[in-house]
């Protein structure tokens, strides 16, 4: 008899974890909800609260969102210095948005030291990841031969890859490009490009996201950066 109620005790507990594990969940979901809410009707300082709080508990998508704020100076005085480090602890958790703006940022030396092969590094896992402006912007790294061995046909394929996602900026440079590209280049480009497309494209489509993940939402007009030309 003691033993019987001492299993279904454990399993009383069993379920209450359970219960809390489950309303804390919802609990972060609705606060960054409420924080990308609290910005678009501009109140700034309220965001700043909570991104502010979900960030020190580790959740990426609070830390890019903070990073914002400090960039943007919205809520908090600006500071840069503290936006790269929160979009960096968001990249280092695989959040594409935030590893493409670590790219951004070491591309342009804004905030850092200008470094290509770091710009390179971060724009690749973005770019791995199927964001659009890190595709393009990586093609112009390798365009350029910055941060890497130029490599026109991949420059041509990430490109190709941005512009499957409606990024015209890319359109402009791939035709750029194409001028200077013998028929067998762009053969070649042309066929890693659907493969490429196959990797880095096809599974993150908005479909994809939906069903597998609760999205990374961002402050608007946030990372909408213009992609750099080829020199």
Known sequence: MMKNRL???NHIIQLVGAM????LTNAVIASIEDGISAVENEDYMSAYTMFKELAAQGDAEAQYNLAILYKQGKGVMQD??????????AAQQGLAS???????????G??????FILAKNWYTKAAQQGNASAQSNLGVLYANG??????????YVWFSLAVSQGLTAALDNR????KSMSSELLNNATMLSREYFQQYVAPFSPQQNKLTSRGH???PNAHQQTPMAIQ
């Open 217 to 219: 939402p961002a402050i």
């Open 146 to 155: 910055e941060g890497i061995k130029q490599d026109i046909v991949k420059a």
């Open 80 to 89: 840069a210095d503290e936006a790269v480090n929160w979009f960096r602890k």
């Open 98 to 108: 935030a590893q493409y703006y670590m790219g951004h940022l070491y591309d342009s």
């Open 110 to 115: 804004e905030g850092v030291k200008q470094d």
């Open 7 to 9: 299993c279904n005790f």
């Open 175 to 178: 035709n750029l490009l194409a």
């Open 20 to 23: 809390l594990l489950l309303l």
